[in-house]
């Protein structure tokens, strides 16, 4: 990768996590604004973040500027940046919701933009970033983005349609199985165990099964099939989970999610 210059509008979690891994590669510079100073001060003063004054700054020191507002905030930042921006610049959106259309329709057609949804696992390295390109954007500019955001995780290039789904599934997902954890452990608690080992337990227990996936060619179907065992404590806790339907609740908790994605661009 050659040398690129990266600039962050907006420096709240999801940027502070982006910076975190980014600050580890080389050939990069970053720079940062953020109408918030004390929000700016926090990230320039942990990592190699360079501060700007203004986004104009950020313009024209940036040929990469990734987008990380709220979706509320997505085209008043826009409109600010538009008068700076070329073709030169790659524009990537981590504001969920929001289209590289939207995007393309704010700054102009002949803007180049990436939308991304990456997660809050990028604090510790495990983050799992959803990447798509606009209309705009070449092979070489979704190449760039995934070697970006392969800092803090894994990354999977999908098409825009999907993106959605990707923002109530992995975007989301971090807080369901937070709630996950949380509840596991509460039974663990209620069981005998202290809040400690419980919490231990649940969590590297979801760790471990995750990575068993992740690195197994077998299915999660089978997987579970192989811990399984007739008349064992495991069925018998299967058992519960099939009875109150548990497909069909985490099912309806994505697809509310991904509805709402869809929501946020109207």
Not at 132 to 145: I, P, S
Not at 224 to 244: C, F, Q
Request: proline share 4%; charged share 20%; with cysteine.
């Amino acid at each position: 990768m050659n040398h690129v210059n990266i600039g962050f509008a907006g420096t709240g979690r999801i940027a502070r996590a982006l910076v975190s891994g980014l600050c580890r590669k080389e050939q990069i510079t970053l720079w940062g604004y953020d109408r918030e100073p004390a929000a700016l001060k926090a990230v320039t003063e942990e990592f190699p973040v360079s501060p700007c004054p203004s986004l104009e700054e950020i313009a024209r020191a940036c040929e990469v500027i990734i987008l990380a507002v709220k979706p509320y905030q997505i085209e008043e930042v826009l409109e600010v940046l538009k008068p700076y921006l070329s073709d030169k610049h790659l524009l990537i959106s981590v504001a969920a919701g929001i289209s590289t259309d939207f995007i393309q329709k704010c700054t102009g057609e002949s803007i180049k933009v990436i939308r991304a949804m990456p997660n809050t696992p990028a604090f510790v390295g495990e983050g799992m970033t959803a990447i798509c390109r606009g209309t705009g954007a070449t092979a070489e500019n979704l190449a760039l983005a995934g070697e970006l955001f392969s800092s803090i995780g894994r990354v999977a290039v999908l098409e825009e349609f999907q993106m959605d789904a990707a923002t109530a599934l992995s975007g989301s997902g971090p807080a369901y199985m937070f709630h996950i954890i949380d509840s596991l452990s509460g039974a663990g608690i209620t069981c005998g165990l202290s809040s400690r080992e419980a919490i231990l337990l649940s969590a590297q227990t979801m760790l471990g099964a995750a990575k068993m996936v992740l690195t197994s060619e077998k299915s999660p179907e089978e997987l579970k099939h192989e811990v399984t065992t007739p008349g064992g404590t495991t069925e018998a806790g299967l058992k519960i989970l099939n009875e109150k339907n548990i497909r069909q609740i985490l099912a309806e908790t994505v697809a509310a999610a991904a509805a709402r994605s869809r929501e946020l661009m109207k």
